[in-house]
């Protein structure tokens, strides 16, 4: 309970809540009204009036997200070795009452001494997306309002290396060179559909029409599925890539690029430099703005024309 009362012309609160107790005199009645305010705040935070649910440490939240969030995502795999990495970091094992700033800044330091700040703001979200959704659905108490606190910086414009017709011959020959089945021609719709990773390994005989020369792409990163037309080429590709009886999986293709693109002597381009690539061919080759957005998928145009290296 918590009353105000005016002695000797002064204002004074007071509070109090089981055994806690605390008095303090004001000049002035907004003074005293505010005190009681925060002092209900940090009483309430302290034996948790809101009912809600107090993990042991952020560990715990983690591993049911990893658990029971994490397989329903597209990037489930990827998601998974990021938390599991998490989960053996010593912060995240502190218990909620003793956790603080310091300790996630730490991690923060240590961390961008490894990565860049485009690949720790792009893990550390994941954190911030477990707390949030069990606070949210979970009735959890998290550590979000300390997470929000921390300051990293702004990860910096990627350099996107154009593929010229020479470099994109040498990324094929190095393709097949390779025993992962089906990388050169990966490599091919990615430079001709400007499509994902996970788009292309996705393909499915059923997914292309070959009366139309339509090729359907339902499983997309923004959850929109959209059409790509075909010519006569990347119509008998994509027949061929979609019957093949191997594939790689998702982790096989990131490794074999990695050896194709050192072989090519192209150390520095991304695969998702092709997506780039197909993109800045459509805009040379003169097509308009809704064709090439309903070709990329991209659902506004400003993120389009970052797409964009003419």
Known sequence: MASIRKRNGRYQAQFKYRSYYRAKTFDRIAE?????????????????????????????????????????????HSETAVLKKLLKESWV???????????????????????????????FNIVKSACKLAEDEWNWETPLRL?????YPQPKPKLVTRVSPQKEAELIQAAEQTTTPQLANIIRIALATGMRRGEILSIQPEHIDEQHRLLQIPDTKNGYPRVF????????????????????????????????RMKADCPKMRFHDLRHEAISRWWEKGLTLPQIAARSG???????FRYSHT
Request: net charge positive.
């Open 147 to 151: 997470l929000k606190k921390l300051r």
């Open 229 to 260: 037309p075909l010519n006569d080429a990347l119509l008998s590709l994509l027949q061929e890539f979609a019957l093949a009886d191997q594939k790689p999986s998702a982790n096989g293709l990131r490794l074999a690029w990695e050896r194709t």
């Open 298 to 304: 991209h659902r506004s145009f400003s993120e389009l």
């Open 32 to 76: 005293a009204r505010e005190w009681i305010q925060k002092e209900h705040q940090r009483v309430a935070e302290e034996f948790n009036f809101t009912g809600k649910v107090r993990p042991m440490n952020t560990a715990e939240i983690l591993t049911r997200y990893l658990s029971e969030i994490t397989p329903t995502k597209r990037g489930a």
């Open 93 to 123: 094992k502190i218990s909620l009452d003793n956790l603080c700033i310091t300790h996630i800044a730490s991690y923060r330091d240590k961390r961008l001494s490894e990565v860049t700040p485009a690949t720790f703001k792009r893990q």
